[in-house]
């Protein structure tokens, strides 16, 4: 809990309440390693979910 809330009869915070991830400071940009480590980890399951529709595929066709 954040200190000065008041809860409601359910015990459950009012809405707005700074708690939440809503209430922190987010950067808007990541660095260039953040930006290479994002695109790695997507081009890894790009990769995976082509493996998946190529076994898919010659399944379909009785390979």
């Known amino acids: 809990m954040c200190g000065s809330h ?6 459950h915070h ?5 708690c939440g991830s809503g ?4 950067r808007r ?7 290479v480590a994002r695109l790695e980890a997507y081009l890894q399951d790009l ?3 082509l493996r ?3 076994g898919k595929l010659q399944e ?3 390979e």
């Open 23 to 26: 209430g922190h400071f987010h």
């Open 29 to 35: 940009f990541l660095s260039k390693e953040e930006r």
């Open 6 to 11: 008041d809860q409601g009869k359910g015990g």
């Open 14 to 18: 009012h809405e707005g309440c700074c």
């Open 47 to 49: 990769r995976a979910e």
């Open 60 to 62: 379909v066709k009785g």
């Open 52 to 54: 998946v529709a190529e």
